[in-house]
């Protein structure tokens, strides 16, 4: 069971996410932004928080023309998984593999502290360790987390069940309350919160183990 | 040869920066303003040969975000 984690110039939660998947039981390689390939028998990327290529342009629009960001794309192309977090979510949306875009925060400021989360669907790797409907706390720490697609898309997510989280209390104007969704075959997930930075009782919360828990009991070798 | 990208968000796509500066030009006296958009302005310098296609592409892959932003490629 093997995790990689991606790493950018920027990229400042990357050893979070290390260190959820290892405590979750992966074995994780971290992966350099410059790496053209993956390395042989991951399971799951990780694509990590922080502000890769100091968020020029438009947050995660240089990542996402990265090398690794190819092979993340072909990762998931051939049915791998993958989880974004954060600037995370916002690189899987450039790079196409999760529809929409982060737009700045309805409010302009830049937002750090717990929220609470709706799991809105348990019926996916990562959110089968929940029950839908439950509410978790866990941290979130954005400027662009406003999620955006249009009416189209926001229905199709609803109607395929895609919505993984909502915000009890929308803190950053996103459409429909969405803090994360999955994609169309659900092995990919991309959220503006921190599952990672709610992985151990040091945190101050630990409703981020269940994603990673129920994770490792899926990509466990039977 | 020069060419000039503008980009803006599109339509419908709410701009809080914009929101922000509208507010503060109401704050200063300026009543007449009804609305304001911010986009960015980019500026290439282009070898010879390259033409308006490659600029096209450019804000198709990179330049510009298309699933909110639309942009217009000015060649000076």
């Given at each position: 069971?093997?995790?990689?984690?991606?790493?950018?110039?920027?990229?400042?939660?990357?050893?979070?996410?290390?260190?959820?998947?290892?405590?979750?039981?992966f074995?994780?390689?971290?992966?350099?932004?410059?790496?053209?390939?993956?390395?042989?028998?991951?399971?799951?990327?990780?694509?990590?928080?922080?502000?890769?290529?100091?968020?020029?342009?438009?947050c995660?629009?240089?990542?996402?023309q990265?090398?690794?960001?190819k092979?993340?794309v072909?990762?998931?192309?051939?049915?791998?998984?993958?989880?974004?977090t954060?600037?995370?979510?916002?690189?899987?949306?450039?790079?196409?593999?999760?529809?929409?875009?982060?737009?700045?925060?309805?409010?302009?400021?830049?937002?750090?502290?717990?929220v609470?989360?709706?799991?809105?669907?348990a019926?996916?790797?990562f959110?089968?360790?929940?029950?839908?409907?439950?509410?978790?706390?866990?941290?979130?720490?954005?400027?662009?987390?406003?999620?955006?697609?249009?009416?189209?898309?926001?229905?199709?997510?609803?109607?395929?069940?895609?919505?993984?989280?909502?915000?009890?209390?929308n803190?950053?104007?996103?459409?429909?309350?969405?803090?994360?969704?999955?994609?169309?075959?659900?092995?990919?997930?991309?959220?503006?919160?921190?599952?990672?930075?709610?992985?151990?009782?040091?945190?101050?919360?630990?409703?981020g183990?269940?994603?990673?828990?129920?994770?490792?009991?899926?990509?466990?070798?039977? | 040869?020069?060419?000039?990208v503008?980009?803006?968000?599109?339509?419908?796509?709410?701009?809080?920066?914009?929101?922000?500066?509208?507010?503060?030009?109401?704050?200063?006296?300026?009543?007449?303003?009804?609305?304001?958009?911010?986009?960015?302005?980019?500026?290439?310098?282009?070898?010879?040969?390259?033409?308006?296609?490659?600029?096209?592409?450019?804000?198709?892959?990179?330049?510009?975000?298309?699933?909110?932003?639309?942009?217009?490629?000015?060649?000076?």
């Amino acid at each position: 069971m093997r995790a990689a984690v991606v790493v950018f110039p920027g990229s400042n939660c990357d050893r979070d996410l290390a260190v959820a998947f290892e405590q979750a039981g992966f074995q994780v390689d971290m992966v350099w932004h410059k790496d053209a390939q993956l390395p042989q028998g991951v399971d799951i990327v990780g694509v990590p928080g922080g502000f890769s290529y100091g968020d020029y342009l438009r947050c995660g629009a240089i990542a996402a023309q990265s090398p690794i960001c190819k092979a993340v794309v072909e990762h998931t192309e051939r049915g791998g998984y993958a989880i974004g977090t954060c600037n995370g979510f916002q690189i899987l949306t450039e790079t196409g593999i999760l529809p929409g875009a982060l737009l700045r925060n309805a409010g302009l400021k830049y937002i750090c502290r717990t929220v609470e989360l709706k799991v809105e669907t348990a019926d996916s790797a990562f959110t089968r360790g929940y029950d839908s409907g439950d509410v978790i706390r866990i941290p979130i720490a954005h400027h662009d987390g406003n999620y955006f697609a249009d009416d189209d898309t926001i229905s199709r997510l609803r109607d395929e069940d895609r919505i993984a989280f909502t915000y009890v209390d929308n803190p950053n104007g996103s459409s429909g309350n969405i803090a994360g969704i999955l994609s169309h075959n659900r092995r990919v997930l991309g959220m503006m919160p921190h599952p990672e930075r709610a992985a151990d009782p040091a945190h101050g919360g630990t409703d981020g183990v269940a994603l990673f828990r129920a994770l490792a009991g899926v990509l466990t070798p039977a | 040869m020069k060419a000039r990208v503008h980009v803006m968000l599109k339509n419908g796509v709410l701009d809080p920066q914009g929101e922000a500066v509208r507010h503060a030009l109401g704050a200063l006296g300026f009543d007449k303003v009804e609305g304001v958009r911010q986009g960015k302005v980019i500026d290439l310098e282009l070898a010879e040969g390259a033409t308006e296609a490659d600029v096209a592409e450019m804000c198709e892959k990179l330049l510009a975000n298309t699933v909110i932003e639309r942009y217009e490629i000015e060649l000076v």
